[in-house]
């Protein structure tokens, strides 16, 4: 004789950190909150704090209780596709790297820093890109200050293209505003040293 099915709960998802894919539910009635992972949902779509999901209880290998076979309730819920920064953004870091080539062949700028911004943004794209996968699969994450760091000594441009490419980074209010902060300060310094009063300046700091 075939048995009762388990019993599917219901709850609304109270925490949900989308860059990291995963949050957690508190069950209608009260109760331990359950944990839930992006994985875990049956549909398409990113979830939203405050929706209402049902789900299968289960449990980790520590026994601590995580949500399976995760559903929305209403049928056409309001829900988001993950943030994808702008095209404008990936547009403005390809269209730097070739101001930067053109002062290369005016002479206005040494081969070297040309080979640094593309170097460098290469590189930060991968981490960009590695950290991306670290957030799904629950593993240790990059630093935030890292990337802020890569992107000020002249990553950036990678930076921008893997936020688009990896719909990475692109929610969090205050990581987008400190990435423009070093993107405006990386390109003071080199608009700096392309103006007139470089020289100056350079011996200013010189002493």
């Given amino acids: 004789m075939r048995g009762k099915p388990a019993p599917r709960y219901q709850g609304r ?16 009635g009260g109760g ?21 999901v049902t789900y299968d209880l289960a449990s ?21 596709a993950s943030p994808r920064p702008g095209r404008a953004a990936p547009l403005w870091a390809v269209a730097f790297l070739l101001f930067v080539g053109a002062c290369v062949l005016a002479g206005k700028l040494p081969w070297l820093v040309l080979f640094l911004y593309l170097g460098l943004s290469a590189f930060t794209a991968v981490v960009y890109g590695l950290d991306k996968s670290a957030a799904r699969a629950q593993r240790q994450r990059t630093p935030e200050a890292t990337l ?14 893997a936020r688009r490419l990896f719909r990475h980074k692109s929610k969090k209010e205050s990581f987008r505003s400190a990435l423009w902060t070093s993107v405006a300060v990386n390109c003071g310094v080199l608009g700096l040293y392309l103006s007139p009063f470089w020289p100056g300046i350079w011996r200013l700091l010189a002493g």
């Fill in 13 to 28: 998802i109270t925490t949900w950190k989308d860059d990291q894919g995963f949050g957690f539910i508190t069950p209608n």
């Fill in 60 to 80: 980790n290998d520590k026994g601590q209780a995580r949500a399976e076979n995760v559903a929305f309730v209403r049928a056409g819920a309001a829900r988001r």
């Fill in 32 to 52: 331990p909150t359950v944990f839930v992972h992006i994985k875990s949902f049956t549909a398409p779509g990113r979830p939203v704090a405050n929706e209402i």
């Fill in 148 to 161: 802020h760091l890569l992107g000020l000594l002249g990553g950036w441009p990678g930076a921008l293209v």
